[in-house]
């Protein structure tokens, strides 16, 4: 009944009966699935020249289309079919069958049929994709098997380099069929001039006379994943491209699952950026603004280094206060999926003459993510989440908060992602060392509109409730505007009048301005999301700390078996 088996462990104890029942289960489902649709995908030979480890993805769209026209969530006609795979060479064939809710991690799930087998009769277009996995030991000793993306945007689906078959006409009959694909291609890498760092180029742009481009090599997280990692800013301003094996960005911060990406871009890029273009090196002259994740990273990029920036200007954030986790109260909820009352958590939605029309629930989310990623992997919204908030499982993945499959929420596991509750943060450090409720004051500008198409305005409405309890109405500005969904500059305004409004922060709060930004507000002692304290506290070391092997103990002449202490949603099994 859970997501995935961290554990991977087989206890082999004795006194433990152990039902025959689910090994009868097995064997009538593999006599279900050979009655059933099966997919057969080889690999061609010369196509691959190593063994290699991904997840195998089989879309089937509707006659005529493209399987890659639509995958989204909410409006795509195709079912999707996933499985993690090990050891490919070229001439392998495997096939794909069955599936199930209870082997994610180990078999087939499908969205938004999971079973194979069950996929309606009908003609297809039908294409299959790997995503190549590559096996890294990082340097707290957890060893991962994820995919770098390379300047492509990381899609779920057919990212560079992954293997892919020609699409084909096929026709699903209904009863006992095999289906046939071959990969025979790879999707082509974008061009290299020879002065990528790594393996990658994100793009090598021109120069102009005032935009210029910039690539470094970062030494932080080159350490942490034991191969070459570099960060690229677009601009001169705060976009940055820092693409991770997770999500076509890092969210701008320290964390377990992704590493120190927060090092990367404060501590070696922003200092390069400075001594490269000449840039006033001081908080007062460096404004963070975003919209959606940018909202949060920007964000969280003040509240953590208040020391190194001057304010934000952040709309319609993801989560910042998890007391509503977009429409989840997590703290409060045993399902992440169904309400008290029965009904399904939206997690996208629309208006139609100002009456909410709901477009994808959590659970449909969530599913649909599933089928492109197992251990948070699928390079989609809910999963990154569970990267950077949450800190690494046994199994060396992020500790998800939640059953991926049935919703049930894992309270120990969100007990882990308050560092990251924004307003959480701020309010445990209000006084104190880091003096937050001082520091950060009159400096956090938020925007967001009623109508958010992710209900992302309740989060931003508890961050306010909750600051506010401690600093007053006027502690925070946020701007809350009627009707408006997501998307848009800050307050809707033109991007010029936008631009004035921050070029003026900046003249105000400079030394000769209205109102300086004094320096025991913009003080070292401030700062949070320290590396050393993210990865001692989530990394490999934490996890295995927090887990207890079994044991057995002998009571009055009995054998009593002892579980032990394992992370919510470890599968344990038993013989």
């Not at 198409?453 to 309890?469: I, K």
Request: with cysteine; aromatic share 12%; net charge negative.
């Amino acid at each position: 009944m859970v997501n995935f088996s961290p554990s991977a462990r087989t206890l082999a104890l004795s006194a433990v009966l152990w039902s025959h029942l689910p090994f009868l289960e097995a064997r009538q489902l593999a006599e279900r699935n050979a009655a059933g649709l099966q997919v057969e995908v080889s690999v061609a030979e010369g196509l691959l020249n190593h063994s290699t480890d991904g997840r195998v993805d089989v879309l089937f769209a509707p006659a005529r289309v493209d399987p890659l026209d639509d995958i989204d969530v909410i409006s795509s006609p195709d079912y999707i079919y996933g499985e993690n795979l090990l050891g490919l060479v070229s001439g392998s064939k495997v096939t794909l069958s069955g599936g199930s809710n209870f082997t994610t991690r180990t078999g087939v799930y499908g969205w938004p049929v999971v079973e194979v087998q069950d996929l309606p009769a009908g003609n297809y277009s039908v294409q299959a994709f790997m995503n190549i996995y590559e096996t890294l030991t990082r340097s707290d000793g957890s060893v991962v098997s994820v995919r770098f993306p390379c300047g492509d945007g990381a899609p779920p689906i057919d990212g560079v380099g992954s293997l892919k078959s020609e699409v084909s006409t096929l026709e699903v009959l209904g009863g006992q069929q095999t289906l046939g694909l071959i990969f025979s291609d790879t999707e082509a890498y974008l061009d290299f001039n020879g002065t990528e760092i790594g393996s990658c180029s994100q793009g090598n742009y021109e120069d102009t006379e005032y935009l210029k481009y910039v690539k470094i090599r970062s030494n932080a997280l080159s350490d942490f994943w034991g191969r070459d990692i570099s960060r690229y800013p677009k601009i001169i301003l705060v976009t940055f491209r820092h693409e991770t094996p997770f999500y076509d960005d890092s969210y701008g911060v320290n964390t377990a699952n992704l590493g120190p990406y927060g090092e990367a871009i404060n501590e070696e890029l922003i200092p390069y950026l400075d001594k490269t273009f000449n840039t006033i090196a001081k908080p007062f002259a460096r404004v963070q603004e975003g919209g959606s994740t940018g909202g949060w990273i920007s964000a969280a990029s003040l509240i953590f280094r208040p020391d190194l920036f001057g304010v934000t200007f952040s709309s319609y954030p993801d989560s910042l206060d998890f007391h509503r986790h977009q429409d989840i109260p997590l703290y409060d909820s045993t399902n992440a999926y169904v309400r008290l009352n029965g009904s399904m958590i939206p997690s996208i939605r629309d208006f139609l003459n100002d009456t909410q029309v709901v477009l994808a629930t959590v659970a449909q989310e969530n599913h649909w993510e599933l089928s492109q990623g197992t251990s948070s992997r699928s390079f989609l919204q809910w999963d990154i989440w569970n990267a950077v908030f949450g800190v690494q499982g046994y199994n060396s993945y992020p500790l998800e908060p939640w059953n991926k499959v049935t919703g049930e929420i894992y309270p120990a596991a969100v007990d882990y992602w308050k560092s990251f509750d924004l307003s959480n943060y701020i309010a445990s450090n209000w006084d104190g060392p880091k003096d937050l409720g001082r520091v950060l004051e009159n400096r956090i500008f938020l925007y967001v509109g009623t109508h958010d198409d992710y209900f992302l305005n309740e989060g931003v409405l508890q961050f306010q409730q909750r600051v506010s309890a401690k600093g007053g109405a006027d502690w925070v500005n946020v701007t809350v505007l009627e009707g408006q969904p997501h998307g848009g500059n800050y307050q809707r305004l033109p991007t010029w009048e936008f631009l004035e409004l921050a070029l003026q922060w900046v003249k105000d709060h400079a030394p000769d301005g209205k109102t300086p930004l004094a320096a025991d507000v913009t003080r070292v002692e401030s700062r949070g999301n320290e590396w050393s304290e993210v990865i001692a506290r989530g990394g490999r070391a934490a996890a295995v700390a927090r887990q207890a092997s079994p044991v057995l103990r002998s009571r009055f002449g009995n054998t009593v078996a002892e579980v032990g202490r394992w992370d919510p949603g470890v599968v344990l099994e038993a013989e």
